[in-house]
């Protein structure tokens, strides 16, 4: 799937292709609006510009002020979510592909596509999110989680334009790519207990990368760039309703379950230790409260299949532990929901195929 121009003749979900440099723990880089011909159009710091992007709802160049790296006294006072105000990620994972079916390695390949069961799963998400004000949409360069946000609108209302965000792209897995599950588990047995959750921090492959230390990284890297987006969309807002702003504001960012998890993580202040403990079903949402401007997320809950209750966000000391584990850290793990009951439209890991 390419990119496509936004114009009169192009199906409401239109895609565009952004690009977001990864950014260091405690560095961001600074995305620039330009405008061009009454167009907005976001530059980053290697200079790459997409002709076709657009950044919606902005019509003037803007400048993008740094994000804070604390939040100050008055802004961690406020309970942002308690009145349904803030802004609010809502975290989408693709439904089944044939790969997740025969317990294949995608890792950021882009040889799956959806099987009947996860346009299935796309269609009930969509039912469910068309009960939502989508503000923003984002995806992942993928096939699969383009096909699943394209079922998402098909049968819901029209979401507008997507932009597509090449770092979204599922946790790279070089050689394991294409395997299945149960060959690199005898051939690579210690390497595949600490993928499967055991001290996924030292995680590295036998060619010496460490893919989830990588992924965490680049999920960093994604939020910079959506934060300030954000921020620069709120500034516009600001100054065209003369300091008035809706007060909540939703953005739909369809991924994998590897970088939903490490976008989580992130978000909420957890290192990669975390990675497996919160684990992304099949076209499962996660609703994140982080607003433009303060160091992390306020709170986050589950959204969809069921919804869960809200889990504060601390200091970041570690993973939140009264958080059921999502990820087990064995090979065969039932998909639950919050409740405990298993969706109905869901499978075990091992016929899902994981990542």
């Known amino acids: 799937m390419g990119s496509v121009e936004v114009g009169s003749n192009t199906p409401s979900c239109g895609i565009v292709d952004i690009a977001f440099r990864p950014a260091p723990r405690t560095t961001f880089s600074k995305p620039v609006a330009k405008s061009t011909g009454g167009k907005a159009h976001l530059q980053s710091l290697s200079g790459h510009r997409s002709p076709h992007q657009k950044l919606t709802g902005i019509t003037r160049s803007l400048t993008v002020k740094p994000l804070p790296t604390k939040m100050s006294t008055d802004q961690s006072a406020k309970q942002v979510g308690d009145d349904g105000t803030g802004h609010r990620w809502l975290l989408l994972r693709h439904g089944q592909t044939n790969h997740n079916a025969e317990g294949r390695i995608q890792g950021s390949t882009d040889l799956s596509r959806l099987t009947e069961l996860g346009e299935e799963q796309a269609k009930k998400v969509g039912e469910f999110v068309a009960q939502l004000e989508i503000d923003r949409v984002y995806v992942s360069p993928l096939t699969r989680a383009q096909q699943t946000l394209k079922l998402v609108e098909s049968v819901g209302k029209p979401l507008g334009e997507a932009t597509v965000v090449p770092d ?145 966000v601390g200091n970041g000391d570690g993973c939140i532990s009264d958080e059921p584990e999502r990820g087990a850290r064995d090979d065969v793990r039932e998909a639950v929901a919050p409740s405990g009951k298993r969706p109905a439209f869901e499978r075990s890991l091992s016929e899902l195929g994981g990542m």
């Not at 207990?193 to 992924?215: M, T, V, Y």
């Not at 003369?242 to 909420?268: E, S």
């Not at 996660?286 to 959204?303: D, F, K, S, Y």
């Open 168 to 312: 979204l792209r599922e946790i790279d897995l070089h050689e394991w790519e294409g395997m299945l599950k149960a060959d690199i588990k005898e051939k690579y047995p210690e390497f595949y207990q600490q993928w499967r959750g055991d001290n996924p921090k030292e995680f590295k492959l036998a060619s010496g990368k460490f893919p989830i230390r990588d992924l965490f990284e680049r999920a960093k890297g994604v939020w910079t760039g959506l934060l300030e987006e954000a921020h620069a969309g709120l500034q516009e807002e600001e100054a065209l309703q003369g300091g008035v702003t809706k007060g909540r504001v939703q953005t739909l960012v369809t991924g994998h379950n590897g970088i939903n998890q490490a976008m989580l993580c992130a978000a909420a202040g957890m290192d990669e230790d975390c990675f497996r403990k919160y684990e992304f079903p099949n076209c499962g949402i996660c609703e994140i409260v982080w607003n433009p401007g303060e160091a992390r997320a306020r709170r986050w809950r589950w959204l969809y299949p069921e919804k869960s209750p809200w889990n504060e």
